[in-house]
């Protein structure tokens, strides 16, 4: 600690002007965890650089997940609420208030690729004096690549993808951003890939586990852990519109082999949703006369045309957002297959994506031109192409696979499914007293193995509920290294990293990150002793939510005080009810909290009550 604060003074005394490759932070990765990492350290004053291993900012967004995935949209807000109301902005702009764009964009949580890479670009150019962009720099996870003295990070070796060489970058501070775990595995941090027992942390849909969607577990479910990675796929970004419409090509590495289960599957309307338990091989064959006299299917939860072979999300230009079909067999996602990546080297890793990409093109190929299929069928998937004004540098194909889970670190705190599931029916989950976020999703996890000869459906594909959350700032820290943070592959088991891996997330991780990371650096302390009121008063003041109520909203007054008495008990229910009088019970309960001999008029308010006890002890 005490050669952390050393460095830091002589910078400051001295004012050294940083040189290219010595930063305040050094951000390896340029998804949105990252960005907004650079942002909110650029708030507090700090350099930054993102080393980006593309050509592009932005992650996913960026690469085909524009239909926004978060279950309660008010629960996650700071940056990435400043990120969806540009997005609503721009098609404002552009197309104007009551056009079907913005009525399309779902107030700025459905957006194209291309719109997403210009709002995280302009909200970039706004610090341009504070954030350096590094393009096509690969950082590879070995030991090699990464200076460590004294619990310190010192700087880190990074190949110019362009030129071939390596460049080394010096840093205050030191980010992973990357969707695998890159730079935390090079800097030695313990980490996790597959899937725990069902039994190590009582998790629902832990370990080996079939179940129709939604549903419960069905026979062969084991709960035995396993090495399994959920299948990654790529989220295409689809058009009718024939003025910007690229049919999709077939690829140069065709295999009709893989498909051919599709067949028999659109003919007798198999798919994974529970209804199936009823259908009879009668029923099937039912469907199949009524196919070939030119109906569709009429199986309960069948899908006909595009949406047998994706799931897709209104975008808007007449654009949607196509993910795997989470009610079939085949889609796009490619189990097993990608089990390798989160360890493997990058050239494993774009012989894969390259394998992703066939696999995905000839799976659409197959469906509009394969004669065993149904004429009517193949003809409806054929209204569907690329939208050929996205990607146009990439054959109008998505730049990044959707890597949605990599390393899981082994942190300061280890999140599960019982921090995001309430303790009882209607009632919040545990709450988190050094929150840096509140969020919402589902547990969701993508197959981890492909077919099964009579499974219900393949194996890890599982969604179930919860409730908003409290996220602990130790799944982005470290134990063992003092100037690093893990905002994008944080602390969790494979169910409890299920929720957190959604973007919304990750943007207020990335958030936290970058006020910690300035705290740590104005403070001279490790990351880890950096002081947590600090870092959530930062964080309020910029409008996030760290506990989520449904009747407060970051521009209330009132809004501050809320998320401050919230976190230390004194409001546990789903609302504040501030304009209530106060009543015995619940002023007793907040007098022996607060410690305070509250005298008070029985007509005050629960709001007046709350702001008295406040302003006592927050200062």
């Avoid at 199949?288 to 109906?295: D, L, Q, S």
């Amino acid at each position: 600690m005490k050669r952390f604060y050393i460095i830091f003074f002589l910078l400051l005394i001295h004012k050294i002007t940083f040189a290219q490759g010595n930063f305040d932070l050094v951000i390896v990765g340029g998804n949105p965890g990252g960005i907004m990492t650079a942002i909110a350290a650029a708030r507090e004053g700090k350099t930054s650089v993102i080393l980006e291993r593309t050509n592009h900012i932005g992650g996913l967004p960026v690469n085909g997940l524009g239909a926004t995935d978060i279950a309660t949209r008010d629960a996650t807000t700071g940056l990435f609420a400043e990120f969806t109301s540009k997005i609503k902005q721009y098609y404002i702009q552009h197309y104007g208030e009551n056009s079907q764009q913005v009525k399309d964009c779902s107030d700025g949580f459905h957006f194209e690729p291309s719109v997403a890479e210009l709002v995280y670009n302009e909200m970039l150019q706004e610090y341009k004096d504070k954030i350096a962009i590094r393009l096509m720099r690969q950082f590879d996870a070995e030991s090699s690549n990464i200076k460590i003295q004294n619990r310190h990070i010192e700087n880190i070796n990074v190949l110019n993808r362009e030129n071939g060489q390596k460049e080394i970058y010096h840093g205050l501070f030191f980010i992973d951003a990357t969707y695998e775990g890159d730079l935390g595995a090079a800097a030695g941090v313990p980490f996790r890939v597959g899937r725990e027992s069902r039994k190590e942390f009582n998790e629902p849909g832990a370990g080996r586990t079939y179940e129709y969607w939604k549903s419960q577990p069905d026979t062969g479910s084991t709960g035995d852990p396993d090495n399994g990675v959920q299948a990654y796929n790529y989220r295409l970004c689809l058009t009718k519109d024939r003025k910007n419409f690229i049919p999709f090509p077939k690829p140069q590495s065709y295999h009709r082999e893989e498909y051919e289960s599709l067949i028999e599957d659109i003919w007798k309307g198999r798919n994974t949703q529970l209804a199936m338990k009823k259908v009879t091989p009668e029923m099937m064959e039912e469907n199949r006369r009524y196919i070939a006299k030119g109906g569709q299917t009429k199986i309960p939860g069948d899908s006909w045309g595009i949406n047998k072979l994706s799931s897709l999300v209104k975008l808007p230009n007449e654009k949607a957002d196509g993910n795997n079909q989470h009610a079939a067999f085949l889609s796009t996602d490619l189990p097993e297959e990608n089990w390798p990546w989160p360890t493997s080297s990058w050239e494993w890793r774009d012989k894969f994506a390259k394998r992703l990409k066939d696999y995905t093109l000839g799976l659409f190929w197959f469906a509009q031109h394969d004669t065993a299929l149904p004429k009517h069928f193949r003809k409806e998937i054929a209204k569907w192409g690329l939208a050929k004004d996205e990607y146009q540098d990439n054959e109008s194909f998505p730049r990044q696979v959707y890597v949605r889970e990599g390393r899981r670190f082994e942190g300061v705190y280890f999140f599960t499914a019982q921090d995001a599931l309430p303790v009882s029916p209607n009632e919040r989950p545990p709450l988190h007293p050094n929150s840096v976020t509140a969020s919402h999703y589902a547990l969701d996890s993508h197959a981890a193995r492909k077919r099964e000869k009579d499974r219900a459906h393949l194996d890890g594909f599982i969604s179930y509920p919860t409730a908003p959350y409290t996220v602990p700032i130790g799944v982005i820290m470290p134990r063992e290294i003092d100037n690093l943070l893990l905002p994008v592959p944080v602390s969790g088991s494979h169910i409890g990293f299920s929720t957190l891996r959604m973007e919304p997330c990750w943007m207020a991780l990335g958030q936290a990150a970058g006020i910690t990371a300035s705290l740590s650096i104005d403070s001279g302390y490790s990351v880890q002793k950096v002081d947590i009121s600090q870092i959530q008063d930062r964080l309020i003041k910029q409008k996030a939510t760290l506990i989520y109520y449904r009747d407060i909203q970051p521009d209330n007054t009132n809004f501050p005080m809320v998320e401050y008495m919230g976190l230390r008990g004194y409001l546990l229910e789903w609302y504040a009810r501030l304009t209530e009088k106060i009543d015995d019970i619940t002023l007793q309960k907040w007098t022996d909290l607060s410690g305070l001999p509250l005298r008070v008029d029985k007509n005050m308010t629960r709001a007046e009550i709350l702001n008295i006890i406040y302003s006592n002890i927050k200062h």
